[in-house]
């Protein structure tokens, strides 16, 4: 049962459409219903246009502000509200039609010069579920291979640091006389003496040995004595 009708009403007094106090009149209307039966309003009914239209250029910025957060907090509500209607319907198709002419205001109050606007496209404020989990994955993704390219940085540049030590160790095996070409060639073949096993110090040890009871360091100052009174 069809409840509303629509009207083109031709208003040719200005092209800007109705100002502060126009006058619409609606009077004689005839019509039949869905049963053939004859309908006719007796009327007239007025309305009286009480408030001169928003202009956001003539605002100052807080006037500015405010209107603009209505608009948003009113398209995030109808919005909300078209998501639970089905589009066959007319509630959806009134609440689509006051949905679009609000943008369009919000689009208009955002042109103006210093207005601050959350987005210059409206976007829904009413994400589902499924979107925002979607977001999060995608930052989390990110910030585990932001996490994986520096943990490989700090890797590499450990092992690089450990080659880079381990290049610069001296091998003294190399420095030692024996290995030493140069000192060998200038003597002649000097490796045997840097080879040989350091000379003896004090007398020699007579053929039975170290006698028994002395150290090394008493032979080396009285071994000689020794020898001189053994006859050795």
């Known amino acids: 049962m069809q409840t509303s009708w629509s009207f083109f009403l031709p208003f040719d007094r200005s092209s800007d459409g109705l100002r502060y106090n126009d006058q619409l009149k609606l009077s004689n209307v005839n019509a039949v219903d869905a049963d053939g039966n004859d309908r006719k309003f007796h009327g007239p009914i007025y309305w009286n246009i009480t408030e001169s239209p928003v202009d956001p ?55 103006v010069d210093g207005a601050d606007c959350i987005s210059d496209d409206v976007q829904s404020q009413a994400e589902s579920p499924e979107s925002s989990s979607i977001n999060f994955t995608y930052v989390g993704i990110g910030m585990g291979v932001i996490i994986l390219i520096l943990l490989s940085i700090l890797v590499l540049g450990g092992r ?22 140069i000192a060998n060639s200038a003597y002649g073949g000097a490796q045997e003496l840097f080879t040989a096993p350091p000379p003896q110090a004090g007398p020699p040890l007579p053929a039975a040995g170290l006698p028994i009871g002395w150290t090394m360091e008493q032979w080396q100052h009285y071994g000689a004595q020794y020898l001189l009174e053994n006859g050795l």
């Open 57 to 111: 250029t003539t605002m100052d910025s807080g006037e500015l502000d405010a209107h603009i957060m209505t608009l948003e907090n009113r398209i995030a509500s109808l919005e909300a509200a078209i998501a639970n209607l089905e589009d066959s319907t007319e509630e959806y198709s009134e609440k689509m039609s006051e949905l679009n002419s609000t943008k369009e205001d919000h689009e208009s109050a955002c042109a």
């Open 160 to 181: 690089k640091g450990d080659g880079d030590s381990l290049a610069g160790l001296i091998d003294h095996t190399m420095v030692l006389p024996v290995t030493d070409s």
